[in-house]
């Protein structure tokens, strides 16, 4: 049982680049979150999906699309990265579904840290 | 959507003191309130949660109180020890999802 696992750990773009951060978890959990934490500045939604079929914007979306694979999987695409999305990414997931998921504890991965130059 | 204030955002105790940090939320019908703690260069793990319907819940040194009518919550530890050293956040329901506060950096010097 491992959780949340993220990949990669560690990833350097230079700007324009793409790229997509992988997510899946193994708990059968209906939620699935992405955020971004930069320092001093706590956790912050880019985007969560609250059933499998379904996304939706978080507090930070520009620059992101997501993509919720099926049940396991909830994916994270940087179409042209910028140097202001230079942060550590974390998935996240809960129970729940709907308006319920809010009110449940939800389960991190290790992060995927990433610099854009 | 939901505002969440954490103060304060760093604080200093000396091991075996105790510590505490408060939370504040707007939306008076959230109803679940966890903390975390994140180690340095790790990810965020619950600790403690608490639900409206009590005012208090323990776990052995570390304690959750809610205050519904002024709408704030707050983590107690007692006995520190330079091992709990790491920031934690609380977070309350915002919509669909949970809101963060900003964080507390708590250093136990031994």
């Known amino acids: 049982n491992a959780g949340v696992t993220q990949t990669p750990k560690f990833q350097v773009l230079k700007t324009g680049q793409s790229m997509t951060l992988q997510c899946a978890q193994d708990m059968n959990h209906n939620s699935m979150y992405w955020y971004r934490q930069d320092p001093g500045m706590g956790l912050r939604l880019i985007y969560y999906s609250a059933s499998e079929g379904t996304t939706d914007k978080g507090e930070v979306p520009n620059g992101y699309n997501v993509s919720r694979l099926n049940k396991r999987e909830f994916s994270l695409r940087l179409e042209s990265a910028a140097p202001s999305q230079t942060s550590v990414y974390f998935c996240?997931?809960?129970w729940g579904q709907g308006s319920k998921n809010s009110n449940q504890p939800q389960h991190f991965g290790d992060g995927t840290r990433l610099s854009i130059l | 959507g939901e505002n969440v204030e954490q103060h304060p955002s760093t604080l200093s105790v000396q091991e075996g003191d105790s510590a505490v940090i408060k939370c504040t939320y707007s939306d008076s019908a959230s109803n679940y309130f966890p903390w975390y703690k994140q180690e340095l260069g790790k990810r965020p793990q619950l600790i403690i949660d608490i639900r409206s319907n009590v005012g208090e819940k323990k776990d052995q040194r570390i304690a959750v109180t809610l205050n519904k009518t002024a709408k704030h919550f707050s983590l107690h530890i007692t006995e520190t020890q330079p091992e709990d050293s790491a920031v934690y956040f609380c977070a309350s329901p915002g919509g669909r999802a949970l809101t963060f506060g900003s964080g507390t950096r708590l250093q136990v010097q031994p």
């Open positions: 996240a997931s809960s």
